[in-house]
């Protein structure tokens, strides 16, 4: 009886669950009332640990069923076949076993690695100070490719201030010696959080807002780290490296050199510099795309870029693409920063790339363009130019209408297969980062920081507001939970009666797409978490990892975030808060609106 009563539950709660995900605009909001969990525990446990397990991942926010899972878990934690089930280990780690040192952690050292996400999770988890769990998460990435980790290396670095027992220098170090890509990003992100250069606690031009650089207890670490990579490397994979960070070290430095130069003779200038440019190697390649061999400088693409205190330069570089079988070099623009903490934006980023990942497990189309950034030094770094891309306020001084004439001069009259080909790219991809601005909180969104592709996509780009900061002192004047404008709708919704089958097509994705991103919720939340003592912007006020959690609404079946998203949607659609800001950064910095 009881097993046939989980089995009724499950049904009927899939059956909702594919019905939601079939028809999200539907409203279905059945109530289940699933009994006595501890009676569909014990039953699902007796099936067998993984169908408990699963009930509980179904259920996440039940705290009766985690607690009566919890226990089973600690109750068998020495046997083999749960030892099999890496899921498992996460509920083994709790924070009263952490802090009751009870003896089932121990049992840690025998479990399955868990996958990396997982691994991460449990890292930045309320246990993960505790030395099993540590030490078994540590084993869990050991067994992953370096170059799949290094993704998470500013979060691993982060945890250097607490590695009482070396083990997680000891886990960089040989993960280091295994990979020459996982050692170079390894390094730049040590160089980033080290103590940086006198120059930078006296600048010679001091933006609005400056403050002297603040440890954050990882001067010191970061520098030994640093030393003892070098120091074990073979002689020829050091000098590659050496190679690699000497070269871009000098591009960057065009930047602080134009700085005195005149406006007008910036460009000459940073021309000049570019030539002088030389590869010591040809197997150098570029630190935001590791794919991309260098096979020489643009010295004519070198530009000056504005900024308020320093002058970051865009250079182009003839690249071969070493993933390809492809015949000649192809063209890649980086950014070289100097002045302007990148580690936000890799946060932000790294955000974008897990949703990313999310929505083609579930077979969406949504559309997303994570693109490289890699902090060199304090306040330096690179950015990949995201190619094919016009932003959206350059496409404005060039045409005298809004987004939609832009396509129309683009892409040919609406109606025609070219013109909907490029409407329909747009809608998946403002879907997509319609999801992750809202879940990132992502502020300031003027046409300065959008780009539309040759192919009519949209791009989303510098995250200097996300999570509980935003422009104008945090007034959070951008009230909606993502850019929904006026000229936006257009495209989204042909006749502004939003029942048309674009927009219907848009909410569709919207909602699809939130309820695949909460089932990488704790992924995310993790990743986040584990940088709160980096001493980024973003986590300056407020509760911004507690908030995040809040926007995923775990707590909802999928039919009441889908009610949720809607909403979501139908707020944001022209609010006129974001009309006003773009109006406002016409006026104040003239970019088109």
Same mark, same amino acid.
């Given at each position: 009886q009881d097993r046939l009563a989980l089995l009724r539950l499950l049904m009927e709660h899939e059956?909702? &669950?594919?019905?939601?995900?079939?028809?999200?605009?539907?409203?279905?909001? &059945?109530?289940?009332?699933?009994?006595?969990?501890?009676?569909?525990?014990?039953?699902?446990?007796?099936t067998h640990p993984r169908l408990a397990l699963a009930l509980l991942d179904r259920f996440p926010v039940e705290a009766s069923l985690r607690q009566q899972v919890e226990v089973l878990v600690v109750q068998c934690s020495a046997q083999a076949r749960?030892?099999?089930?890496?899921?498992?280990?996460?509920?083994?780690?709790?924070?009263?076993?952490?802090?009751?040192?009870?003896?089932?952690?121990?049992? %840690?050292?025998?479990?399955?690695?868990?996958?990396?996400?997982?691994? %991460?999770?449990?890292?930045?988890g309320p246990a993960g100070?505790?030395?099993?769990?540590?030490?078994?998460?540590? &084993?869990?990435?050991?067994?992953?490719?370096?170059?799949?980790?290094?993704?998470?290396?500013? =979060?691993?670095? =982060?945890?250097?201030?607490? *590695?009482?027992?070396?083990?997680?220098?000891?886990?960089? $170090?040989?993960?280091?010696? &295994?990979?020459?890509?996982?050692?170079?990003?390894?390094?730049?992100?040590?160089?980033?959080?080290?103590?940086?250069?006198?120059?930078?606690?006296?600048?010679?031009?001091?933006?609005?807002?400056?403050?002297?650089?603040?440890?954050?207890?990882?001067? *010191?670490?970061?520098?030994?780290? =640093?030393?003892?990579?070098?120091?074990?490397?073979?002689?020829?994979a050091l000098a590659f490296l050496e190679a690699e960070l000497s070269f871009f070290?000098?591009?960057?430095?065009?930047?602080?050199?134009?700085?005195?130069?005149r406006k007008d003779e910036r460009k000459a200038g940073a021309v000049r510099l570019a030539r002088e440019l030389k590869l010591q190697r040809d197997d150098l390649y570029l630190p935001t795309s590791p794919h991309y061999r260098v096979k020489?400088?643009?010295?004519?693409?070198?530009?000056?870029?504005?900024?308020?205190?320093?002058?970051?330069?865009?250079?182009?570089? =003839?690249?071969?693409?070493?993933?390809?079988?492809?015949?000649?070099?192809?063209?890649?623009?980086?950014?070289?920063?100097?002045?302007?903490?990148?580690?936000?934006?890799? %946060?932000?980023?790294?955000?974008?790339?897990?949703?990313? *990942?999310?929505l083609a497990k579930?077979? %969406?189309?949504?559309?997303?363009?994570?693109?490289?950034? $890699?902090?060199?030094?304090?306040?330096?770094?690179?950015?990949e130019v995201v190619p094919n891309c016009n932003s959206r306020s350059g496409l404005g001084e060039t045409a005298d209408g809004g987004l939609y004439d832009i396509f129309?001069?683009?892409?040919?009259?609406?109606?025609?297969?070219?013109?909907?080909?490029?409407?329909?790219?747009?809608i998946v991809s403002e879907a997509g980062y319609a999801i992750a601005c809202f879940l990132l909180q992502a502020k300031d969104r003027h046409n300065g920081n959008i780009l539309i592709d040759v192919d009519g996509h949209l791009v989303h780009i510098d995250f200097g507001f996300i999570l509980e900061i935003s422009p104008g002192g945090n007034m959070r004047f951008e009230s909606a939970a993502f850019k929904l404008s006026h000229e936006m709708t257009l495209l989204v919704d042909p006749g502004g009666s939003r029942a048309s089958r674009e927009f219907c097509r848009f909410e569709n994705l919207c909602v699809r797409g939130f309820l695949a991103a909460r089932g990488v919720a704790e992924g995310i939340i993790a990743t986040v978490a584990l940088m709160a003592e980096s001493g980024l912007p973003c986590y300056g006020r407020g509760r911004p990892v507690e908030n995040l959690r809040k926007r995923f609404h775990l707590e909802m079946s999928d039919s009441q975030a889908a009610a949720f998203m809607q909403a979501t949607i139908r707020d944001a659609y022209d609010k006129w808060t974001t009309g006003f800001y773009d109006y406002v950064q016409y006026l104040q910095n003239a970019i088109p609106k």
């Amino acid at each position: 009886q009881d097993r046939l009563a989980l089995l009724r539950l499950l049904m009927e709660h899939e059956s909702d &669950r594919l019905h939601t995900w079939a028809a999200p605009l539907e409203a279905r909001q &059945r109530r289940h009332n699933p009994g006595q969990w501890s009676a569909h525990s014990a039953a699902a446990w007796a099936t067998h640990p993984r169908l408990a397990l699963a009930l509980l991942d179904r259920f996440p926010v039940e705290a009766s069923l985690r607690q009566q899972v919890e226990v089973l878990v600690v109750q068998c934690s020495a046997q083999a076949r749960l030892q099999a089930l890496p899921e498992a280990a996460a509920l083994l780690a709790t924070p009263a076993a952490a802090k009751s040192g009870d003896g089932a952690l121990s049992n %840690l050292k025998h479990w399955a690695p868990a996958p990396l996400l997982q691994a %991460l999770v449990m890292m930045g988890g309320p246990a993960g100070q505790a030395a099993a769990v540590r030490t078994y998460s540590l &084993r869990s990435l050991q067994g992953c490719a370096p170059e799949q980790v290094a993704f998470f290396l500013p =979060q691993l670095v =982060q945890q250097l201030r607490r *590695d009482e027992g070396g083990l997680i220098r000891s886990f960089l $170090l040989d993960a280091a010696q &295994r990979s020459m890509l996982f050692a170079h990003h390894l390094v730049c992100t040590l160089r980033s959080e080290a103590k940086p250069s006198e120059e930078a606690f006296s600048p010679a031009v001091k933006r609005s807002g400056w403050q002297p650089p603040q440890d954050t207890g990882l001067w *010191d670490i970061a520098g030994q780290v =640093q030393e003892q990579v070098f120091e074990q490397m073979p002689e020829d994979a050091l000098a590659f490296l050496e190679a690699e960070l000497s070269f871009f070290d000098a591009v960057t430095d065009i930047s602080g050199s134009l700085y005195p130069v005149r406006k007008d003779e910036r460009k000459a200038g940073a021309v000049r510099l570019a030539r002088e440019l030389k590869l010591q190697r040809d197997d150098l390649y570029l630190p935001t795309s590791p794919h991309y061999r260098v096979k020489g400088v643009i010295p004519e693409s070198a530009t000056p870029m504005q900024s308020a205190a320093k002058v970051p330069i865009l250079v182009a570089f =003839q690249v071969e693409d070493m993933d390809r079988q492809e015949e000649g070099a192809r063209v890649q623009a980086c950014i070289f920063k100097v002045g302007d903490d990148c580690r936000q934006d890799v %946060l932000a980023l790294q955000v974008v790339g897990l949703l990313k *990942d999310a929505l083609a497990k579930a077979g %969406l189309p949504l559309y997303l363009a994570p693109y490289g950034v $890699l902090p060199t030094a304090y306040e330096c770094g690179i950015i990949e130019v995201v190619p094919n891309c016009n932003s959206r306020s350059g496409l404005g001084e060039t045409a005298d209408g809004g987004l939609y004439d832009i396509f129309r001069r683009e892409f040919g009259a609406p109606g025609t297969p070219r013109f909907e080909a490029a409407r329909q790219n747009f809608i998946v991809s403002e879907a997509g980062y319609a999801i992750a601005c809202f879940l990132l909180q992502a502020k300031d969104r003027h046409n300065g920081n959008i780009l539309i592709d040759v192919d009519g996509h949209l791009v989303h780009i510098d995250f200097g507001f996300i999570l509980e900061i935003s422009p104008g002192g945090n007034m959070r004047f951008e009230s909606a939970a993502f850019k929904l404008s006026h000229e936006m709708t257009l495209l989204v919704d042909p006749g502004g009666s939003r029942a048309s089958r674009e927009f219907c097509r848009f909410e569709n994705l919207c909602v699809r797409g939130f309820l695949a991103a909460r089932g990488v919720a704790e992924g995310i939340i993790a990743t986040v978490a584990l940088m709160a003592e980096s001493g980024l912007p973003c986590y300056g006020r407020g509760r911004p990892v507690e908030n995040l959690r809040k926007r995923f609404h775990l707590e909802m079946s999928d039919s009441q975030a889908a009610a949720f998203m809607q909403a979501t949607i139908r707020d944001a659609y022209d609010k006129w808060t974001t009309g006003f800001y773009d109006y406002v950064q016409y006026l104040q910095n003239a970019i088109p609106k």
